[in-house]
């Protein structure tokens, strides 16, 4: 077996499509997405991040990277983290957070479920309209010890989102792929703690960390990725 067999094993690992709450189909996607369903195949963890999980521990986690499309094409569902919030406040993420036990095994269709429940609970998008098409391998936040499982989306029948709780989110949006790719939104983001990594400036909003390196790794390994300048740096300060 091969290291992308081990990586992405669909019918095995996350159940029968027709099973609710732990379906992985590919069925009826736009041929626009085959390239991401490539992705989700093929990649193996060290090609996304060099932050793998450990053999033990962490706090089991997923997110939602929901594809729709909108009036300007392919676009992503995201959302900004509350100015209130201790752990990086005013920061846009994916729709996601910790496996609860009613979601099920972390190693199978836990979390698929997840994603789903809390990409509901903060942005009141409803689950009955997204198809999942595939699981990326698992990730590693060392800051908070999440072991992240970013779960794919298409977003089949669109439904009205938006703020749940704001103590929690202060805005949900989504972003076109178009102005993702685009060279002119691109830079590189610098902590003061010596982080370096890849940032967006889109939607009024400066997508970095985790989300954004995802979304780097996505574009690069579709084909999507356009040439941009890396010595274009954002500077960040030690609240973010």
Known sequence: MTRADETYR????????????????????????????????????????????????????AVLILFGEGARGPELLLMERSSSLRSHPGQPSFPGGSLDPDDGDPATTGPLRAALREAEE??????????????????????????????????????????????????????PVADLTDPANRATARHPSGYRGPAFLVASALVWGFTAGVIDRILYFAGWEQPWDRSKQVPLDWRA
């Open 122 to 175: 903060e942005t009141g998008l409803d689950p009955s309209g997204v198809q999942l098409f595939g699981v990326l391998p698992k990730l590693y936040i060392p800051v908070s010890e999440f072991v992240v499982t970013p779960v794919l989306g298409w977003w089949r029948s669109p439904t009205p989102v938006g703020v749940v709780d704001p103590g929690e989110t202060a805005r949900v949006f989504t972003v």
């Open 10 to 61: 669909a019918k095995e690992t996350y159940g029968d499509p027709a099973t609710a709450g732990g379906a992985v189909s590919t069925d009826g996607l736009p041929d626009w997405l085959m390239p991401v369903v490539r992705v989700a195949r093929t990649v193996v963890p060290e090609e996304l991040s060099r932050f793998l999980p450990p053999e033990s521990g962490g706090r089991q986690s």
